[in-house]
């Protein structure tokens, strides 16, 4: 028989090595003749009861092939003692059931039917994210424990455990060879379980916390504040793929994630001279042309970790994942300010809408707020707006999906070549002004200083607003501090040209 290992969460058994064994039972129909087979295999006698027959038969996996025989049928009316005679003749374990203890086919179709796995809640899963606690991944809506294939995961162990805790699906976007139906065999082999079916039901109501209602994240993204919630991606998953999965991308959220319904939702756009749009999701769909852009996003303080190295300095330690890369679709700006009433004036050196020499700037606010209704705002020069060039999106799809909560739905500002911080999310209102949005976070934040300044000494308002980004480059692959065998070495990074300087190779 085969050897016993240790034992899985479910209560399977996971054999330490492996032995072949024939296994002949006799007996009536419907007295359980396969049910016993799988329950033995696979330690679960006292787990659930399935029919093989009938019109609820149903396709069982186990880790040995079933076989039956035909030419059995000259048995069908053996005694218990011509059947023990038939084993002790072959060599065979007799196990005796009877029909008045199994249930048969008519039985179980009126019986409830009792949950095949035990269910799951994405929290628990989260909780198995090393050997030590079992290794636990989703996919779809099935739980798998993967613990005993980490060592044997072709990629390595540790590219296996960054999903860990949570969903498959992002980490197997970024290699094909997932795709293949035999890879979804073997990790069905691996299956202890279902995700609770409450999983998709509403977050739950006020508890007091602003931060109740944010949505679920993806265990692998590396937390440097929880609440209000900012992650990024291990740096090796940045040069994966050129595109970053969504439920990867860095997120920078200054606020707690807003709850929009998209029916009601509504968009405000105010021309100069009090001319204004209103619109709704559809109609911002349905009255302006898709555009698409490829934009990298980058956090301000991207890196910040290395400044720190060499000087204390304030704000998130990002370290070089808060930079990610998606395919952005929705309405260009452009569009939508010219059906506001303001005029093209990007050939000229203002893109004013009053014949003054003022630099005009478009304003956003975000449906985020804190506790006072303040809610987060940015702005960009006017100028850049209605360059048909800078290609900036009223976005509403990210990676050929609706944008996900974390990253904006259901319309989000995208600002190619510019901090991140001026691509607001949650948009609520676009406001064509003489002057820089008043926002905390356009007059107080995201400025650049000389290194000589310090707390004591910073004036905010003598310094301009960061718009447009450097060069930047990190290696990405070997991290610092790793170990790597002697001779050819490979190395990889990313270098994303910011507001657009070439990037040299």
């Not at 086919?105 to 019986?111: M, S, V």
């Amino acid at each position: 028989m085969a050897a016993r290992g240790a034992q899985r969460p479910n209560g399977h058994s996971q054999p330490s090595k492996i032995c072949q064994f024939k296994l002949v039972l006799l007996g009536e129909s419907a007295v359980g003749k396969s049910s016993l087979v799988l329950r033995f295999v696979k330690g679960q006698f006292h787990e659930y009861q399935e029919s093989t027959i009938g019109g609820i038969s149903g396709a069982v996996s186990g880790p040995f092939p079933r076989v039956f025989w035909g030419d059995l049928g000259i048995f069908a009316e053996l005694s218990p003692q011509e059947a023990q005679a038939y084993a002790d003749d072959n060599s065979l374990l007799f196990m005796e059931t009877s029909a008045k203890t199994a249930m048969n086919t008519a039985e179980a179709a009126q019986a409830p039917r009792a949950p095949r796995y035990p269910r799951y809640t994405r929290a628990e899963v989260a909780q198995h994210r090393s050997p030590s606690e079992r290794v636990w991944v989703t996919y779809g809506t099935e739980v798998f424990d993967v613990t005993e294939f980490v060592e044997l995961h072709p990629g390595g162990p540790d590219k296996i455990l960054l999903a860990a805790g949570g969903a498959l699906e992002p980490f197997w976007a970024l290699y094909a060879v997932h795709s293949q139906a035999h890879v979804l065999e073997l990790l069905r082999d691996y299956k202890i379980g279902e995700l609770s079916p409450e999983e998709a039901s509403p977050p739950p109501g006020d508890t007091g916390d602003p931060f109740a209602g944010d949505p679920p994240r993806h265990p692998a993204l590396r937390v440097n504040s929880l609440k209000p919630f900012n992650a990024e991606p291990p740096p090796e998953l940045l040069t994966q793929s050129f595109l970053t999965p969504n439920e990867l991308f860095f997120t920078r959220n200054h606020l707690p994630v807003p709850s929009v319904e998209p029916g009601s939702y509504r968009l405000r756009v105010e021309g100069p001279g009090g001319r204004a749009l209103s619109l709704s999701l559809a109609e911002l769909r349905q009255r302006f042309p898709k555009h698409e852009v490829t934009a990298t996003l980058q956090c301000a303080g991207n890196r910040r970790s290395e400044m720190s190295r060499v000087r204390p300095v304030k704000g998130l330690a990002w370290d070089i994942g808060a930079i990610s890369t998606a395919r952005w679709g929705g309405a260009r700006l452009r569009d939508v300010l010219l059906a506001a009433g303001v005029r093209d004036n990007t050939g000229d050196n203002t893109g004013d809408n009053t014949g003054d020499d003022r630099e005009w700037h478009v304003c956003f606010e975000g449906l985020d707020a804190d506790a006072s209704g303040t809610p987060y705002g940015a702005s960009i020069p006017l100028k850049r707006a209605l360059s048909a060039e800078a290609e900036v999106l009223l976005a509403y799809e990210m990676n050929g999906t609706e944008l996900p909560r974390d990253h904006g739905f259901p319309v989000r500002v995208v600002v190619p070549g510019v901090v991140g911080a001026r691509s607001v999310k949650w948009l609520r209102s676009v406001a064509v002004s003489p002057a820089e949005s008043p926002s905390h976070w356009q007059q107080k934040d995201y400025k650049g200083f000389c290194p000589s300044v310090d707390w004591d000494s910073v004036d905010f308002g003598a310094a301009p607003a960061i718009q447009e980004l450097p060069v930047q480059s990190a290696i990405t692959e070997p991290r610092p501090g790793a170990a790597v065998p002697a001779g050819e070495l490979t190395v990889k990074g990313y270098a994303w040209s910011g507001g657009g300087r070439e990037v040299v190779r």
